[in-house]
């Protein structure tokens, strides 16, 4: 160890000072870590998953928070529009179609404009439920049903699915604090 440190203050290196309460709490502190790395890491892996989980559930009381009186209206003339197609009247979803509805226009009201966003997730869950299709409407701005069902008569896209092949409805109609309705008509066939 001599030749070392003669070495080193040869080449003007010093060589460093230790001490001893100093090195103990460095050793305390070092051991004290792995022992709680080796608690936390060492946990059996029953119950937990690679992959995670995808949840699908909705708080069904979100239905209630819907404008009835104008989605009642809104089926009323989608249904209408069927008939004089020959397609079979949609039923009213009060429940999860709604729920699923609702959350998705609360989103576009925070968000100030319409969207599909997570679109996606409103079919999975749906599926989840026994739909083998899964469509939807959205709609800003109209305070009259018939107005908004004649906009998506007028437009090709939602057209298509007002006339889709779709058994049950269910609806998100909401005004924002503003006071502008934001709307989600969810269609799907069981």
């Not at 792995?34 to 890491?41: D, E, R």
């Not at 989608?78 to 020959?86: H, I, L, M, P, Q």
Request: a negative charge; hydrophobic letters at 35%.
């Amino acid at each position: 160890m001599q030749v070392v440190g003669k070495f080193l203050s040869l080449m003007h290196i010093k060589t460093p000072k230790f001490d001893v309460p100093d090195m103990k709490k460095l050793l305390m502190t070092s051991l004290l870590a792995m022992v709680l790395c080796t608690t936390i890491s060492c946990s059996k892996d029953e119950g937990v998953t690679t992959e995670p989980e995808t949840n699908y559930s909705i708080d069904l009381n979100l239905a209630n928070e819907t404008d009835w009186q104008m989605a009642n209206e809104i089926l009323f003339y989608v249904n209408e529009y069927r008939n004089s197609k020959g397609l079979s009247e949609l039923k009213k979803d009060q429940q999860y179609a709604s729920a699923y509805a609702v959350d998705h226009t609360k989103h576009m009201i925070q968000q100030a404009e319409i969207s599909h966003d997570n679109f996606g997730t409103r079919v999975k869950a749906l599926k989840e439920r026994g739909a083998v299709s899964v469509g939807e409407n959205v709609g800003f701005g109209y305070t009259k049903a018939e107005d908004l069902v004649n906009a998506w008569i007028n437009s090709s896209s939602h057209r298509t699915i007002l006339e889709g092949d779709y058994t049950h409805s269910g609806f998100g109609v909401m005004q924002s604090n503003s006071g502008k309705y934001y709307f989600t008509q969810l269609f799907y066939r069981k």
